[in-house]
């Protein structure tokens, strides 16, 4: 049966009225990635405007390190001397003063070694490297960028209070690493994990976690062990937990369940690919309202037998 002119005007006003919305949410996602390439641009920007702070942040450095080394060098030549000196109310002065300067140098030289581990991290961070795998101190870096991330969460939008738990074998050989990439690994699972416990954080202050383990504080503990020719290191915090809906998902590129301004999904697909590229597998342990733990297993040598490894 033919339409009638009405009916032909209805149905295309609803097809009009379609097409209309699916336009209206083109411009609305255009808009969102927009924003994310412009995000995206002030990021990179900003990476390598911190990279030439970072290295004109070296050099002085250098010279607050070396020149109090040499003077507590110095000091010790001066106590030495006064050895010789007969003792005398003076010299006794003398001493404590050089006891003093030489507590405060030693302070310099300790905060200026911890500084500069930090600036070293943030330099190997932010190149591309030369792509090659190298000898590594695999706690080194744990610890040196677990404490970046700790740092750059709390300088940031929302800080929160995490009790941090390193518990690191430190019987781990070297290990084969591309340093520059895989800082980035747990970078992106502390940043996860950081998110995830500021969440935790507010329905706890909001009671709707419960007295017990759920009402704990946020805590991120990082672990690594060393198993023959394997080292396994687990990231975990006790944050609210991942849903199973999303853990089939949770390492598809662009899946994400923050904000689109926020997140891209792009953190954990990229991760597990440094891993991969590592000889390596990551894996998912997740409670909801307990804890979600990621384990990453890679090798301490690099060979052929590496490259089908147990999931």
Partial sequence: MEMTGEEKSIQLNKIIDAQSS?????????????????????????????????????????????????SIEYLQEVKEQLTSIQEQSETNEIRDLIEDVETNLNK???????????????????????????????NLLITEFVNLAFHGMRAGK????????????????????????????????????FDALREKNDKRLNREYSEGPHHEGPKLTVKSVWKEEWVVLEIEDN?????????????????????????????????QDIIKNH??????????KLFTRFIIKIPTHLNSQNENIER
Wanted: aromatic content about 6%.
């Fill in 108 to 138: 310099i030289q300790h905060h200026g070694g911890r500084i500069n581990r930090i600036v070293t991290s943030m330099l190997l961070h932010s190149r591309e490297g030369s792509g090659q795998f190298e000898p590594y101190d695999l």
């Fill in 22 to 70: 699916q336009i209206q949410e083109m411009l609305k996602e255009r808009a969102v990635l927009r924003k994310q390439l412009l995000r995206a641009e002030k990021l990179s920007t900003l990476g390598l405007l911190s990279a030439g702070i970072v290295h004109e942040i070296k050099n002085p450095l250098g010279f607050i390190n070396n020149f109090s080394e040499l």
């Fill in 158 to 193: 929302d800080p929160i209070n995490v009790d941090i738990q390193l518990d690191l074998d430190r019987s781990i050989p070297l290990v084969p690493l591309k340093a520059e990439d895989f800082s980035r690994v747990i970078l992106n699972l502390c940043n996860n994990a």
């Fill in 279 to 288: 000889k390596g597998s990551l894996a998912l342990e997740s409670e909801e």
């Fill in 239 to 271: 944050g609210p937990g991942i849903p199973k809906s999303h853990r089939e998902k949770i390492f598809e590129p662009f899946f994400t369940t923050k904000n689109r301004l926020q997140g891209t999904g792009l953190g954990l697909g990229i991760t």
